[in-house]
């Protein structure tokens, strides 16, 4: 296993370092992307990439390890770092139970990113000092947007303007949508963070994007007119499975290979029924 790229954002003592890896490359959705700000890890990484991880981070003085949901390839490695580094991850609330017990991981998703081991958390605050004492000290503000998953939960640092958004932005337009997943809820949080004040986005698969609200208000954007559009040919009188094939194309090996988990229709179907608050 090996490092297949690195990252860093120079801001003096607030630079921002990162490293991706992953069992495959078939794409960012493949690849996990670890960032470190001083001495504080954002996500785990997925455990099947343990080797890499514990070698790149074994020399590294970290303190301080912040969970952004409990999805594997965020929390896979949060049990050794915890014991390499003797410390206890913060996670957010409504993960720390399935963090704590374990729970499924779906056969794709365990060939890409492997089972996270079982770790008990500290309960990540609204608000939070990282750093403390050093030339990196800052304020780490915890923002709820669920959606994606119910416990996500962005990292937005108001003094640098940065914003480690979890699973909220990936890419300006996305094709599908996992059976959990919520679109109302992932629009309302987009929204959330677009009303913040911040310039740089560290998104864990896509890497450092510097013009990072535009691109969320991009994203948002795109899925208005995907469910805008969804909905009209829904009046026209076509069927679910016509809308898929009209404006995302048939479902393809994903959808087959995740037994629909992951699908296009996922997305359409909610798509359909969306309605934007005012």
């Known amino acids: 296993m090996t490092v297949r790229n690195t990252y860093a954002y120079e801001n003096g003592a607030h630079s921002v370092y990162g490293f991706r890896t992953g069992r495959f490359d078939f794409g960012i959705n493949t690849t996990f992307i670890i960032y470190r700000i001083g001495e504080t890890l954002i996500d785990a990484g997925p455990s099947n990439q343990w ?90 503000l915890a923002i709820p947007t669920p959606g994606h998953a119910k416990d996500l939960t962005c990292l937005y640092l108001p003094e640098q303007k940065y914003l480690f958004s979890g699973d909220m932005y990936i890419s300006k337009s996305i094709k599908y949508l996992r059976s959990d997943e919520n679109l109302a809820q992932l629009i309302n949080s987009l929204e959330k963070l677009i009303a913040l004040d911040f310039e740089i986005l560290f998104c864990p698969h896509r890497g450092i994007v510097e013009e990072g609200k535009q691109a969320l208000q991009e994203k948002r954007q795109n899925l208005l007119n995907l469910c805008s559009e969804s909905q009209k040919l829904m009046a026209q009188g076509l069927t679910e499975e016509d809308i ?35």
């Not at 995302?248 to 997305?267: H, M, Q, T, V, Y």
């Open 244 to 278: 898929v094939i009209k404006i995302l194309g048939p479902e393809d090996g994903l959808a087959k290979i995740s037994k629909f988990n992951i699908s296009k229709g996922n997305l359409i179907r909610q798509a359909m029924t969306y309605k934007h608050r005012d």
């Open 51 to 140: 080797s890499t991880i514990k070698r790149v981070l074994k020399p590294l003085d970290i303190k301080t390890l912040l969970i952004t949901h409990h999805h594997e390839d965020h929390s896979g490695n949060a049990n050794r770092i915890a014991k390499l580094k003797n410390l206890t991850p913060y996670a957010p609330l409504l993960g720390r139970k399935k963090l704590a017990k374990g729970y499924p991981t779906p056969l794709l998703q365990k060939l890409i990113w492997g089972s996270p081991q079982k770790v008990e958390t500290e309960i990540l605050p609204n608000q939070l000092l990282i750093n403390a004492d050093t030339p990196s000290q800052t304020k780490v």
